[in-house]
Nanobody
Framework: QVRQVESGGGLVQTGESLRLSCEAS????????MGWYRQAPGKQRELVAA???????NYAVSVKGRFTISRDNAKNTVYLQMDSLEPEDTAVYYC???????????????WGQGTQVTVSS
């Protein structure tokens, strides 16, 4: 099972960038699809970016064109480059292993502590 530690969050202004990192432990990291989720206050956790073991990517409509997910299997790390940040991106960001379900990607592991991203207007 993959376990992960997220880092890289912070307080930025509208239009600025952040790069989140997710370092995972456990065997066979490279075979897992991985996803970045976020949860804003009072809202459900949502998947914003996914990357398969082969490197194919998918994004939520709200972040497409602004966020880029990537992975370095040699470092057991997944990244989320976030550009042109908006106040609506304010949330706690989590990464997790994911798997395909009947209605789309589903989390496939335990949750880490997340990393807070706050975008001021």
């Amino acid at each position: 099972q993959v376990r992960q530690v997220e880092s890289g969050g912070g307080l930025v202004q509208t239009g600025e960038s952040l790069r989140l990192s997710c370092e995972a432990s456990g065997s066979f990291f490279s075979i897992y699809a991985m996803g970045w989720y976020r949860q804003a206050p009072g809202k459900q956790r949502e998947l914003v970016a996914a990357i398969t073991s082969g490197g194919s990517t998918n994004y939520a409509v709200s972040v497409k064109g602004r966020f880029t997910i990537s992975r370095d299997n040699a470092k057991n790390t997944v990244y989320l480059q976030m550009d042109s940040l908006e106040p609506e991106d304010t949330a706690v960001y989590y990464c997790n292993a994911i798997r395909q379900g009947t209605t789309g990607w589903r989390p496939n592991g335990s949750w880490g502590q997340g990393t807070q991203v706050t975008v001021s207007s």
